[in-house]
């Protein structure tokens, strides 16, 4: 079909200028390439790159497919994307600048060299890197079945979408192996500016072309589907208890995952970063916030999907037609790329900086940690595609598992970074209790009482963590 060869052909255009970007990164920008350059680009980032970085890294697949996906299936639930964004912007204005200092400080290149420097423990060490490296997995996988869903409806089933998807995974991944956080930056300023485009100008355009505003918007849904429109009206894990622990969880995790500390690192001043979590708050409420009101689209309109989360992207296929749909579809396959780059590098620093070298070969040159990275790319991309093929699941369930298990740093990551009486046993004691408890309210008791399996992590990690710290500080 034509339709199909053109939304393919602009999709497939992006993918090759994204390649091609990463590559001349790699060749020219990096003079040498040591740890430093390759995990955190030698802290050189400008305010631009930072936060059009920060942004690529920060809104996946979920914030492209799986919010509007959430919208149309569930309705009003949605609204816990909107609040964990203030939440975590709010935290990060004030938080992340003072982490930024102490890893520039310390030379500090990921998360875990943190809890190394902090605690002085390299059980802890280990153990984080671990968790980072684990429950980053799912957010890993998850970015490969956007790019199936993307190309499930810009190829209009002409191609074997997972496949397609699984070689463009592949191929991100080239220059993330050759050049690390500076072929990752450089090419995320052209996938961050295309996504914004697409979530503000495709969320617009759908909700004035259909409905002349949000106020028809709201009044559609609520005639095609009331229940849709009220909190109150939904359960189990869309209820009113749930979407509030949900959206605190959220918020609270959402500067903990870390490849969003590593992508904290490489700005070149505190200032800079400031700004840029300031304009990366804008990105929030100008794409992600109007890219899920497209589902509450697709509800007023009546129309009936297989698959929610390809809401987005059908109605700009059915209203706007090929091009319109290969530019929207290949935004959307950035923003899943994107993030899969980032975390791809941040599993593989954890794995080279703080397992191998940290724990297995204190004395590893850089050339050895450099090559364990690489090595690492290698291992991750293999993981997340096996996983892709054999475990796929709904986007944003995928999101929360991970949120769970990386949330429950929290109190070493943040409140460490305070107070000075939070101590390495505490810490230890509840990342342990709370990864037990969030793993058993995900999968045994799922979202017990319709709280969020985060929520209930943090509800034991927290008084252990602060208990033990208090039993255990000897002062200094």
Known sequence: MIEAVIATSIIAIILAITFIIGILAYKLRIKALTVDTYMVAGRTLGFVVTFLNMAAVIYSGFAFLGAAGWAYAFGAPVLYTWIYGALAYTLAFFFAPRIWETAKGRGLLTQADFFMWRYGSKLLMVLTALVGIIFNIPYGQLQILTTKYVLDLSTYGALPTLHVAVISFVVVMIYVFLGGMVSVAITNVFLGAIML???????????????????????????????????WAAVGRNSVQWVITAAVGSGLGFWVWPQLAQIVFPAKDAKILRRSIVMTSWYHVLGIIWASLTGLVALGLGVKLSVADQAFLALIRDTFGPIALGFIGAAGMSAALSTAAGIILT??????????????????????????????????????????????????????????????????????????????????????????????????????????????????????????????????
């Open 347 to 476: 599993q593989a620093s954890l794995l080279s900086r703080n397992i191998y070298q940290g724990w297995i070969k204190p004395g590893a040159s850089e050339n050895e940690v450099v090559l364990v990275s690489r090595l690492g790319i290698v291992v991750f991309t293999i993981i997340s595609v096996i996983l892709a093929y054999t475990a796929p699941a709904y986007l944003v369930y995928l999101l929360l598992v991970g949120y769970t298990g990386i949330t429950q740093m929290f109190p070493g990551w943040v409140l460490g970074s305070i107070w000075k009486w939070i101590t390495r046993e505490g810490v230890l004691a509840g990342l342990i209790v709370g990864l037990v408890v969030g793993v058993l309210t995900s999968f045994v008791w799922p979202d017990y009482l319709g709280i969020h399996s985060i929520i209930w992590g943090l509800l034991f990690n927290l008084p252990i963590t602060l208990l033990v710290s208090k039993l255990t500080y000897r002062g200094g």
């Open 197 to 231: 485009a697409a979530m503000l100008g495709g969320g617009l355009s759908l909700i004035f072309y259909y409905f002349g505003g949000l106020p028809g918007l709201f009044a559609a849904v609520e005639a095609t589907s009331p229940n849709h429109t009220y909190l």
